[in-house]
């Protein structure tokens, strides 16, 4: 599928280095840790597309993949990470807020939270800026292995009350599988594909 034609294009660290508008884009975004990386992995099914937690490097930066077909898929840096300063955290806000602001191609947010832990500040925050600039937001609960199945449908419908009509919520795992052909799906409407 177009999904696994993903291939890097650049790391971008302000706004002027952002590749041109003309290519439809789905950007990802999810507090630290929450899984992110991980889920673009499995989605694109490139075990190293995205670096993970554990390699904050390129983290820091807005990573722009290319699909076939003329389109792109942006991971957003991974807000929080613990062990920085908050100089560093209000930088990367500055950041997100930059791209989400100046990208007139962008088709829709993917957005990542841990199942066990949703809905934290950052998360409204990053909700209301999507409801402002009018995009489509579609979450994923990611690491939806780690909880029992009753457990599972308990968290996605607190979070479904907590979203209402504003966002699709799904359940998702980048460890079994969980989920992966509905998020799919949903990145495929948006592509028109
Ligand atoms: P990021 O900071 O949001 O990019 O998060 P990562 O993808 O690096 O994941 C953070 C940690 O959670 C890593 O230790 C991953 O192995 C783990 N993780 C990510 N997704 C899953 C999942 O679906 N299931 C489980 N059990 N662990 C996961």
């Keep these: 599928g177009l999904m696994q034609s993903a291939q890097f294009v650049l790391s971008a660290a302000r706004k002027g280095q952002f590749p041109a508008d003309e290519l ?11 899984g992110k990386s991980s889920a673009l992995n ?17 983290t820091q930066l807005i990573n ?3 699909l076939d077909g003329g389109s792109r898929l942006v991971d957003l840096p991974g807000y929080g990470y613990a062990k920085v300063p908050p100089a560093v955290k209000e930088k990367w806000a500055r950041l997100i807020e930059s791209y ?19 809905m934290k500040p950052f998360d409204e925050q990053m909700l209301e800026f999507a409801a402002a600039i009018d995009c489509p937001v579609h979450i994923l609960l990611t690491k939806a292995d780690k909880l029992k199945r009753g457990q599972q449908g308990k968290q996605r419908q607190l979070v479904r009350n907590a979203v209402g009509d504003a966002a699709g919520v799904q359940l998702f795992s980048a460890e079994s599988g969980q989920g992966v052909d509905e998020a799919r799906a949903v990145i495929a409407g948006w592509l028109g594909w």
């Design 24 to 34: 439809p884009e789905v950007a990802f975004v999810g507090r630290s840790n929450a």
């Design 64 to 66: 722009f993949f290319e």
């Design 100 to 118: 989400l602001q100046a990208r007139p191609n962008l088709v829709g947010i993917i957005h990542i939270m841990d199942i066990r832990h949703p």
């Design 42 to 58: 499995r989605l694109t099914g490139q075990r190293n597309l995205a670096r993970t937690s554990k390699t904050p490097g390129r």
